[in-house]
Structure formats: structure tokens, C-alpha cells
């Protein structure tokens, strides 16, 4: 019996329009999937764009520190400076050439330490010395260099970036104050390109360009200096400092992949919308097949005015393999889409097969900053800095006649030993030098790490005590420890990734091997786990990954290692441990999994496969063998352990 024609029309337009919708539905639930992930990792990149900005901009202010202690704060200079502070303006004049024969060596030097910039000013915030354009001096600073204006004002350091009336750079503005006198303040600033080898030493594969804006930098220039400037080619607003690479210290040139992806971003939106918006981002930009991520770090101007943008560029492999999973992911679904379409219209061509169809279709649907203190042969202190006490909370006369081992210093985990036993008080038994790190505590009970240098301090060939810098690196090592975390863990489960078990297990074998001591290895794989995350989400599937592993945890020593290996499986390294123990923790983490239920999931399972190290094994061949008896174990039935025969 053949349809009539008005109701087969209706049929093929049904048939079309229903499978339509369940495409764009599909469609959009794997754009999202794809979108999801790549936030994820743009938002990773942007973090680790800030935290190497971090730590590369703070490793610099501290050598800027380190700078000024040891070249400014002479007597000499100091002599000049209150000189010209005290003289008339033809004073002034000379002190100013004495100055720049005194410090022009210096200069050279911190030129070649990729120091752009030595300017001292005077205490009314006027030029006094620019070593990089002597011949501009006397004009006042105000309206155009906040950082000096807060510097003299605070009498305190000022560190950030900032534009000028010469050049932009990183600021690091110290106050002069020598005998209470306030002299006035100098700036050792440093240019992008200083950063950049530091990030660059970080990443090297990463591509780095720094964006002025036009409003805030071009009022400040003087005019010979805006010839350096160039509109960028992202928009007029926006500046690049030497295009033609003429400055000794212009950074070199984008590599052509990445001067093309720059290219690319005057007309990406995402990319306009992460500018305007004046915040750290990363967006990613495709080309030629590649795909690219561009970062965004904001940098403002000490007085908070937004200034400049960092850009970063690196190719991310990540995203490329995200986009080819989607591709092919939507070009399955497009190919189980018309062919559930055209399985449903060749079932409703026939009324004797409607329900069939109907059915099938329901199926488809539903699936210097430096301390220093000097102490005498007792380990007395005798003299203190005023940044040492800033650093460690303590009043000099707190400090002065105590014995800095007893007062402040810790050792390793934060105790206390005897003083002939201090590294730093035995330069003065041992007439030798020591550099290390070491543990200082403040007044208020605060642990810091500190780098410390000590040595010995003569008299007639005589030890007479000694002298200590230190400074705080406190956040530094939070930052390396920060860094070190994200290396060797797993960001959704807490714990450890691929990458540090492999480094772990080779290591355990090393020991084995030389001790003659096996250990065991617990491979495990979550049954059926696509079906949680298809029938539930990922975000469902997150939990379930997560409830295993508090299951693990409870159950394991903390010698154990514990590590995800990929997707849903996980491994559990175990130091000392015999076939038979480990076997039997496999059974009752077994029993534990059927046992426990997770709410709006139910109970979950898992197969365990379990080997034992033996002589000459390496990291690969003791992995598959778990993994094969785990493959065993899912052959059986799932829900099991298979273990090695004794």
C-alpha cells in the first residue's frame, strides 16, 4: 500500500526537518565540548604567562637593588649629590659633569647588563643627570614620571613599568638619602628586551612583543625620541617601540610564523575584545593548519594608567589535536546523522513499519632589596642595615648586641642548632666564604628562605668577625614550588600525571635493582566510563575520577605514588611491597568500589591489573604487563582483579 503523495511530502519534510534539529543539537553540544576545552587551556596558558611574568619581573628588581647598593650608594657619589643639592646652578653644572665622569664606566657596564637608563633626579622631581641624554636636563618630572614623583615624595623604592619623556622601560626608582638628607632619587630602568631573554630563558619556543599606547606614551616624548615609535599593526592606538631595529637593545624580530599570526589579529575578534578589555587573556589564533595561542599581560604605568600589553605567541599542539577530535567528531556524527535520517525516512515510506521507525528515532535521538649585618667573633651582631631590619621585624637595638644564630636563624625545617654549627657563623672558625639558602624567622614568627653570603672580616690578618647579605626569596620559591606543582600533577584529580610517575618509576627500578628489593605496580581502568560520561556529562564523569581517588587515597601509605595515567585509568606505585600484599590491596580496592555509591551515578567499577618488578625490567616493559593483565581483567568480565602468577 503506497502512501498518498501530500502525506509522503509531509513525511520527507518531517524526516528532514527532525533530522536537522537533532544535528544542530549534536553539533552544538560537541562545539561545546570543544569551546569548554579550549577555555581550559587558554586559561591555563594565561596563568602561566602571568606567574613566568612574575617571577622573571622579580628576579630583576632584586638585581636593580643589588645595582644600587653596590654603585650608587658610594661615598663619592653621595658627596657629588649633596653638592649639587647645596649649590647654585652653575654648582650644579659642574657636579653634573663631575657625576657623569664618575659613574660613565658604570654606565658601560650596566648597559652590557641590559640597563638602558641611569637618570638621577633632584629632590623636586626635576632632571638632574640623564646618562642616556645628557644633554637633556633641568625639566621638571612631574606631570610625565609618577614613579619619581612617588619615590622622593614615600622615600621608598618604586618598582613597575612606566613611559617617559625619552624611552619607556622597567622602572626601579630609589630614593637618596644619605645622613637624613634627602639628595633626591635615581632610576636604573631596564628595556623590554631584558624581560623578554628572561622569558625567553623560561620558554624558548615562545615569541614576545610588546604594544605601547599611543595616548599615554607620544604627550610625554620629547620629539626627537617619537621618530623611535611606529603605529603597530594591530591599530593605530596601539605603538611599537624601534620597528626598524635601530637601538642596541631593540628585541630581535618575530619569528615569520608569528609575524604572520600578528598580522592576523587586527581583524580577530576575540583577540580586539581581550584588548579592549584591558585584562590578562589568551586567545587562539589559527593558521595554515596551526593553531596559535596569544597571550595578553596588561602592564600599566606606576600612577595605574594602562600603558602597554605583553604579547605572547607559541604554537599550542594541544588546541590543534582539540580541533581535529572536533572535526572528526562532527563528521561521524554528520555521517550517523543521514543515515539515521534516511534509515527513519525508508521506515515511515511504509505503514506497516511506522512504529519500527518511530522506535529507531527514538534510539538515534536518546544516544637589593638586601639585608647586611656584621657580627664579632662571638656571633654578636654589631652593626645592622635598615633593610635588615624591615626584612626581619626586628628595632636595630632589638638586634644589636644579640647573636644573630640564636635570635633569627633557622636550619632545615625551621630548628635550631648549636652555633658552632651554623654555616654562617663557622666562615669566622674557618676563615672561608659561604652562599647558600637558609631559613631567617621575624620577629612576628614568620619563616622566610633567604640567600645568604657571609665572609670573614680582617684586622692585621686577624678574624675579627663577619660580614652577612641576605635577601628575602620567600616568594620565589612559592613561585618555583607553584611551577614545580603544575608540572608534575594532574589538574582534575590532585594527583600525580604521567610524566612524574615515569620519572618515579624508573628511579624505584634503579633502587630495586641495587637493592635487590622488588616492588609492585596496581594498574586500574574505570569500567564503562564513556557510558557515565555520555549518559550523565563531563562533568558527572569529573566526580566519578575524583571519588576514586579519595577511595585510593584512603587506602594507601604515603610512600605509595599515586598517578594518573590517562583518561580513566590510574596507576599506584608500591615501594617494598610483594605480588601477594599487592594483589590484596587490589581485591579491597576492588571491594571498596562496589561498596560505595556516588550519588545520582551509583556504584562504579573498575579492572585491576597488578605486576611485580623483576630483575632488568625497565619502565615500559613493567607497564604493559600491568596493562595486559588489566586487558585480562575487562576480558573476564570487568569488575576484577588479574594479577601475575608467583
Same mark, same amino acid.
Given at each position: 500500500?503506497?502512501?498518498?503523495?501530500?502525506?509522503?511530502?509531509?513525511?520527507?519534510?518531517?524526516?528532514?526537518?527532525?533530522?536537522?534539529?537533532?544535528?544542530?543539537?549534536?553539533?552544538?553540544?560537541?562545539?561545546?565540548?570543544?569551546?569548554?576545552?579550549?577555555?581550559?587551556?587558554?586559561?591555563?596558558?594565561?596563568?602561566?604567562? +602571568?606567574?613566568?611574568?612574575?617571577?622573571?619581573?622579580?628576579?630583576?628588581?632584586?638585581?636593580?637593588?643589588?645595582?644600587?647598593?653596590?654603585?650608587?650608594?658610594?661615598?663619592?657619589?653621595? /658627596?657629588?649629590?649633596?653638592?649639587?643639592?647645596?649649590?647654585?646652578?652653575?654648582?650644579?653644572?659642574?657636579?653634573?659633569?663631575?657625576?657623569?665622569?664618575?659613574?660613565?664606566?658604570?654606565?658601560?657596564?650596566?648597559?652590557?647588563?641590559?640597563?638602558?637608563?641611569?637618570?638621577?633626579?633632584?629632590?623636586?622631581?626635576?632632571?638632574?643627570?640623564?646618562?642616556?641624554?645628557?644633554?637633556?636636563?633641568?625639566?621638571?618630572?612631574?606631570?610625565?614620571?609618577?614613579?619619581?614623583?612617588?619615590?622622593?615624595?614615600?622615600?621608598?623604592?618604586?618598582?613597575?613599568?612606566?613611559?617617559?619623556?625619552?624611552?619607556?622601560?622597567?622602572?626601579?626608582?630609589?630614593?637618596?638619602?644619605?645622613?637624613?638628607?634627602?639628595?633626591?632619587?635615581?632610576?636604573?630602568?631596564?628595556?623590554? +628586551?631584558?624581560?623578554?631573554?628572561?622569558?625567553? /630563558?623560561?620558554?624558548?619556543?615562545? /615569541?614576545?612583543?610588546?604594544?605601547?599606547?599611543?595616548?599615554?606614551?607620544?604627550?610625554?616624548?620629547?620629539?626627537?625620541?617619537?621618530?623611535?615609535?611606529?603605529?603597530?599593526?594591530?591599530?593605530?592606538?596601539?605603538?611599537?617601540?624601534?620597528?626598524?631595529?635601530?637601538?642596541?637593545?631593540?628585541?630581535?624580530?618575530?619569528?615569520?610564523?608569528?609575524?604572520?599570526?600578528?598580522?592576523?589579529?587586527?581583524?580577530?575578534?576575540?583577540?580586539?575584545?581581550?584588548?579592549?578589555?584591558?585584562?590578562?587573556?589568551?586567545?587562539?589564533?589559527?593558521?595554515?593548519?596551526?593553531?596559535?595561542?596569544?597571550?595578553?599581560?596588561?602592564?600599566?604605568?606606576?600612577?595605574?594608567?594602562?600603558?602597554?600589553?605583553?604579547?605572547?605567541?607559541?604554537?599550542?599542539?594541544?588546541?590543534?589535536?582539540?580541533?581535529?577530535?572536533?572535526?572528526?567528531?562532527?563528521?561521524?556524527?554528520?555521517?550517523?546523522?543521514?543515515?539515521?535520517?534516511?534509515?527513519?525516512?525508508?521506515?515511515?515510506?511504509?505503514?506497516?513499519?511506522?512504529?519500527?521507525?518511530?522506535?529507531?528515532?527514538?534510539?538515534?535521538?536518546?544516544?637589593?632589596?638586601?639585608?647586611?649585618?656584621?657580627?664579632?667573633?662571638?656571633?654578636?651582631?654589631?652593626?645592622?642595615?635598615?633593610?635588615?631590619?624591615?626584612?626581619?621585624?626586628?628595632?636595630?637595638?632589638?638586634?644589636?648586641?644579640?647573636?644573630?644564630?640564636?635570635?633569627?636563624?633557622?636550619?632545615?625545617?625551621?630548628?635550631?642548632?648549636?652555633?658552632?654549627?651554623?654555616?654562617?657563623?663557622?666562615?669566622?672558625?674557618?676563615?672561608?666564604?659561604?652562599?647558600?639558602? +637558609?631559613?631567617?624567622?621575624?620577629?612576628?614568627?614568620?619563616?622566610?628562605?633567604?640567600?645568604?653570603?657571609?665572609?670573614?672580616?680582617?684586622?692585621?690578618?686577624?678574624?675579627?668577625?663577619?660580614?652577612?647579605?641576605?635577601?628575602?626569596?620567600?616568594?620565589?620559591?612559592?613561585?618555583?614550588?607553584?611551577?614545580?606543582?603544575?608540572?608534575?600533577?594532574?589538574?582534575?584529580?590532585?594527583?600525580?600525571?604521567?610524566?612524574?610517575?615515569?620519572?618515579?618509576?624508573?628511579?624505584?627500578?634503579?633502587?630495586?635493582?641495587?637493592?635487590?628489593?622488588?616492588?609492585?605496580?596496581?594498574?586500574?581502568?574505570?569500567?564503562?566510563?564513556?557510558?557515565?560520561?555520555?549518559?550523565?556529562?563531563?562533568?558527572?564523569?569529573?566526580?566519578?575520577?575524583?571519588?576514586?581517588?579519595?577511595?585510593?587515597?584512603?587506602?594507601?601509605?604515603?610512600? /605509595?605514588?599515586?598517578?594518573?595515567?590517562?583518561?580513566?585509568?590510574?596507576?599506584?606505585?608500591?615501594?617494598?611491597?610483594?605480588?601477594?600484599?599487592?594483589?590484596?590491596?587490589?581485591?579491597?580496592?576492588?571491594?571498596?568500589?562496589?561498596?560505595? +555509591?556516588?550519588?545520582?551515578?551509583?556504584?562504579?567499577?573498575?579492572?585491576?591489573?597488578?605486576?611485580?618488578?623483576?630483575?632488568?625490567?625497565?619502565?615500559?616493559?613493567?607497564?604493559?604487563?600491568?596493562?595486559?593483565?588489566?586487558?585480562?581483567?575487562?576480558?573476564?568480565?570487568?569488575?576484577?582483579?588479574?594479577?601475575?602468577?608467583?
Amino acid at each position: 500500500m503506497k502512501l498518498p503523495d501530500r502525506l509522503y511530502k509531509r513525511i520527507c519534510w518531517g524526516v528532514c526537518l527532525l533530522s536537522l534539529a537533532f544535528w544542530s543539537c549534536g553539533a552544538a553540544y560537541l562545539r561545546h565540548e570543544r569551546d569548554t576545552q579550549e577555555k581550559l587551556q587558554l586559561a591555563g596558558q594565561t596563568h602561566a604567562q +602571568e606567574v613566568a611574568w612574575q617571577a622573571v619581573t622579580t628576579a630583576h628588581r632584586i638585581a636593580m637593588q643589588a645595582y644600587f647598593d653596590s654603585y650608587i650608594m658610594q661615598p663619592e657619589v653621595l /658627596d657629588i649629590l649633596q653638592a649639587a643639592t647645596t649649590g647654585d646652578r652653575n654648582q650644579q653644572a659642574i657636579e653634573r659633569v663631575r657625576l657623569y665622569r664618575k659613574l660613565s664606566p658604570v654606565y658601560e657596564q650596566f648597559r652590557q647588563r641590559d640597563v638602558r637608563q641611569l637618570h638621577f633626579h633632584t629632590p623636586d622631581n626635576r632632571s638632574f643627570l640623564r646618562f642616556h641624554s645628557p644633554h637633556n636636563s633641568g625639566d621638571s618630572l612631574v606631570a610625565s614620571r609618577p614613579s619619581v614623583v612617588e619615590a622622593n615624595r614615600t622615600r621608598k623604592p618604586v618598582f613597575g613599568f612606566e613611559t617617559g619623556r625619552v624611552i619607556i622601560g622597567f622602572r626601579n626608582v630609589f630614593p637618596i638619602v644619605w645622613q637624613g638628607q634627602h639628595l633626591g632619587s635615581v632610576e636604573l630602568s631596564q628595556p623590554f +628586551e631584558a624581560v623578554r631573554k628572561g622569558l625567553h /630563558d623560561l620558554d624558548a619556543a615562545k /615569541d614576545y612583543l610588546l604594544l605601547l599606547k599611543s595616548s599615554v606614551l607620544l604627550p610625554k616624548l620629547f620629539d626627537e625620541h617619537k621618530k623611535n615609535y611606529a603605529p603597530s599593526l594591530i591599530s593605530q592606538d596601539w605603538l611599537v617601540e624601534d620597528p626598524q631595529r635601530e637601538l642596541p637593545d631593540s628585541p630581535p624580530p618575530l619569528s615569520p610564523v608569528s609575524q604572520e599570526v600578528y598580522k592576523l589579529l587586527k581583524t580577530d575578534q576575540g583577540f580586539q575584545a581581550a584588548l579592549a578589555a584591558g585584562k590578562p587573556a589568551s586567545v587562539a589564533i589559527s593558521h595554515v593548519g596551526q593553531v596559535f595561542q596569544v597571550s595578553l599581560v596588561p602592564l600599566h604605568d606606576t600612577d595605574g594608567a594602562a600603558s602597554a600589553v605583553m604579547l605572547t605567541f607559541v604554537r599550542t599542539p594541544e588546541l590543534e589535536s582539540l580541533y581535529a577530535s572536533h572535526r572528526t567528531n562532527l563528521l561521524v556524527f554528520t555521517i550517523m546523522t543521514l543515515f539515521g535520517g534516511t534509515a527513519l525516512y525508508l521506515f515511515l515510506s511504509s505503514m506497516q513499519t511506522v512504529l519500527e521507525q518511530e522506535q529507531r528515532l527514538a534510539l538515534i535521538t536518546s544516544n637589593i632589596a638586601d639585608g647586611i649585618y656584621v657580627m664579632d667573633g662571638q656571633g654578636r651582631i654589631t652593626f645592622v642595615n635598615e633593610r635588615a631590619t624591615e626584612i626581619l621585624g626586628f628595632a636595630p637595638d632589638e638586634l644589636n648586641g644579640q647573636i644573630a644564630h640564636d635570635l633569627f636563624h633557622r636550619h632545615a625545617g625551621g630548628n635550631q642548632t648549636v652555633l658552632e654549627e651554623c654555616p654562617i657563623y663557622r666562615v669566622i672558625q674557618t676563615r672561608g666564604r659561604y652562599e647558600g639558602e +637558609e631559613q631567617f624567622i621575624q620577629k612576628n614568627g614568620d619563616l622566610l628562605m633567604v640567600e645568604v653570603a657571609s665572609q670573614p672580616m680582617l684586622k692585621s690578618g686577624r678574624i675579627i668577625g663577619s660580614v652577612t647579605v641576605f635577601r628575602d626569596i620567600t616568594e620565589r620559591k612559592q613561585l618555583e614550588e607553584q611551577l614545580r606543582l603544575l608540572s608534575i600533577t594532574d589538574p582534575l584529580t590532585g594527583v600525580y600525571n604521567r610524566r612524574f610517575l615515569q620519572e618515579t618509576l624508573l628511579k624505584e627500578l634503579c633502587r630495586a635493582e641495587r637493592h635487590g628489593e622488588p616492588f609492585s605496580l596496581i594498574m586500574l581502568d574505570i569500567d564503562h566510563f564513556k557510558q557515565v560520561n555520555d549518559r550523565y556529562g563531563h562533568d558527572v564523569g569529573d566526580q566519578v575520577l575524583r571519588h576514586l581517588v579519595k577511595l585510593i587515597q584512603k587506602r594507601i601509605r604515603s610512600s /605509595d605514588c599515586l598517578a594518573r595515567w590517562g583518561g580513566e585509568e590510574f596507576i599506584v606505585l608500591l615501594p617494598h611491597t610483594g605480588l601477594l600484599a599487592a594483589a590484596a590491596l587490589a581485591e579491597t580496592l576492588l571491594e571498596d568500589l562496589r561498596v560505595s +555509591e556516588l550519588k545520582g551515578v551509583g556504584c562504579v567499577t573498575a579492572s585491576f591489573g597488578v605486576a611485580v618488578s623483576r630483575p632488568g625490567d625497565t619502565v615500559e616493559q613493567l607497564g604493559q604487563r600491568a596493562d595486559a593483565l588489566m586487558y585480562l581483567a575487562k576480558q573476564a568480565g570487568r569488575n576484577c582483579v588479574r594479577a601475575e602468577s608467583v
